[in-house]
């Protein structure tokens, strides 16, 4: 049998990649929900996003039986380390005192329609800080990684960026006058 391709598939509408600047993490301690907005890590350079699932094998007569278990969501973010930074310290502090960290990965090239218009295509997780590690050498910059497990599988929906939110991705263009307090 020979299998027959479309290769018009992608003919009307090509593919678009999505760079790596646009999907952004932001953070915040579960409890300072009514306090404070999610904040991002500065000077990012890396975030993974690893789903993962064990399973179990039964042997029996007519062979192995597979047995999944269930899934595993851990997000890796690695930044260099700002002078004076406040997210790095409150999630280490999350971390060493077992508190529930919330987690959102917006994909800001993706904005919503209609209903959620504003906003942009996002997943939400609650979990735990699972590791913090610095590493500093004698020639580059202090660097920090953050291993973030999530609870269940999050959930799909889309969130609302503040303004400086929206800047953790790119420059917002600025115009060479004085700004007006509004």
Known sequence: MINKFDLQLFADES?????????VYLFRVAEDSKTENAG???????NERTTSKDADSTQTKDGNVRTPGAAEIEITSTSLLPK???MI???????????????????????????NSGKYKSKYY????????????????????????????????????TDEQKEIAS?????????SGE
């Open 15 to 23: 593919p678009e990649t999505i760079s790596g600047k646009k999907l």
């Open 40 to 46: 991002a890590l500065a000077f990012v350079t890396e």
């Open 84 to 86: 004076g930074d406040k």
């Open 89 to 115: 310290d409150k999630l280490e502090s999350a971390m060493l005192n077992d508190k529930l960290v919330e987690c959102w990965e917006v994909n800001l090239a993706e904005p919503g329609s209609s209903a």
């Open 126 to 161: 609650q979990g735990y800080i699972t590791e913090l590690g610095i590493s500093s050498n004698a020639e580059d910059n202090v660097e920090v990684s953050i291993t973030y497990g999530a609870n269940g599988q999050g959930a799909d929906g889309y969130a609302t960026l």
């Open 171 to 179: 420059y917002v263009y600025k115009d060479v006058i004085k700004e």
